[in-house]
């Protein structure tokens, strides 16, 4: 069985931008800076900390990097690390800023390395707090070889770059993809489609030939970053360090939204979650394709407890274009970051950390569930995942999708997935078109921008 491609890109989108520190930082006060002993002109490019060579180092990570702290501990025995375990910030529950924040009041308690589930974080982590330096320390001055930034996947350090600085690095990566059962689309003598449009005329083919079959699900709130990040819509455009531009009502959001609409009024791309009962007695055995993120590979179908697609029947298709375009643009759906704190004491053993889990065989290939964001350990782990022989395809188009990512779509402080859970996801099950709700989306979009020091274009 193949372990969970939990993929997040090579993308091409535009890192978030969020205001750096300035001139002004390399000027900060001891007091200012935070902590005791910082030095206010760093090499690295942002005020160090009194550095401590044989100190401990404490690494927060999710119950998942688990695994990747041990790899570390068993390949380096003498580096000594504390691990504490949190959530990850999963689910946008914000712990890792709160918690720094708290640490930034007292002066006091920050962690060497942070293991973050969000790809938003370094749009605060990069900025100065309550008179104090930022937390994320600048990764491409120095700390870590410009030999190991460039070997990451291309454009995968684009959610940790901030006014052109590097403040983490990615774990893995998530793009979307076109997943479908092979077998079936055989059995029923469908053709895989090569557009969007395609795509809708096979759903409503689906609807009328093989009622109760599905090509897709619109009950996530990831849903915007599968179809409307994928179709150019304007909705999350992060233009500079606290200005977004948010365009609702362009021709790309109304025809995903259009697209959706017919497909979920025909049954074909219901508003279920696909981590519900309700999916699993409904759907198990009637999915005939499903847009989204890599990761659904070993999360959904390759999975006892969900779909439990048998090997030999899952395929994987690159991201499709709109009609008319010439490459196609996909989306992104999670993936983690690793921050080195600005504040450790020990900063050598804390890069040496964030090196290893991102780069290393021992963990990205070895153990690693997800695909890996360093480019020659993605080569050998895509390998290792053809090998297992239960893809019904190669799996070239997941690699693929990894440059399509669409960089309109940025990485604001603020949460998309949050905003269509409360506004749209309501609306469509109460009934109303999601094309009919754009302009609800658009002003909750506003109102949570301006609300986290935005200004809305």
Known sequence: MVGIIHTVVRSRRKASTVAVMGAATALLTLAGCGGQGSSAN??????????????TITVWVDADRQAAAKAFQTANP????????????ANGSNSFRTKVQLFDRAGDGWP??????????????????????AFAAVLDKGLVPKDTLSNFTD???????????????????????????????EQFGYALPTTWEEYQALGEKVAKEHPGY??????????????MWGSKCQANDVTGPKSVTVKTDSTECKRAASMLDTLRDNGTVPVVSVFTPEFLKKYTGKVLMMPGPAWYAGAIFNNPQS?????????VAAPLPWRGESEAATGNVG???????????????????????????????????????????????VAKQEASKYYATPLEPVVTAASRVWDGWGYPTFSQEAIWAKTITPGVTGGKSIVDLLPTWQTAIENQAKVNGYQVK
């Open 155 to 185: 454009g995968s350090l684009n959610p940790c770059t901030v006014e052109g600085r590097v403040y983490c690095l990615r774990n893995d990566l998530a793009q979307a993809v076109l997943w479908y059962n092979k077998s079936l689309l």
């Open 42 to 55: 760093g090499s690295y490019g942002f005020p160090e900390a009194k550095q401590e060579a044989s100190s």
């Open 78 to 89: 003498d580096t000594k690390i504390k691990v504490v375990t949190y959530d990850g910030s």
């Open 214 to 227: 599905i090509v897709g699900t619109a009950g996530d709130a990831w849903t915007p970053e599968v179809f």
């Open 335 to 381: 993936g983690g970051t690793w921050f080195v704190s600005s504040h450790s004491k020990n900063l050598k053993a804390a890069e040496k950390f964030v090196q290893f889990v991102t780069t290393a065989d021992d963990y990205q290939v070895d153990v690693a569930p997800g695909y890996p964001a360093y480019a020659p350990a993605a080569q050998k782990w």
């Open 112 to 133: 060497d390395v942070v293991f973050s589930s969000q790809n938003n974080d370094a749009a605060w982590a990069s900025q100065k707090t309550a008179g104090k330096h």
């Open 307 to 315: 779909l439990n697609v048998r090997a030999g029947q899952l395929g």
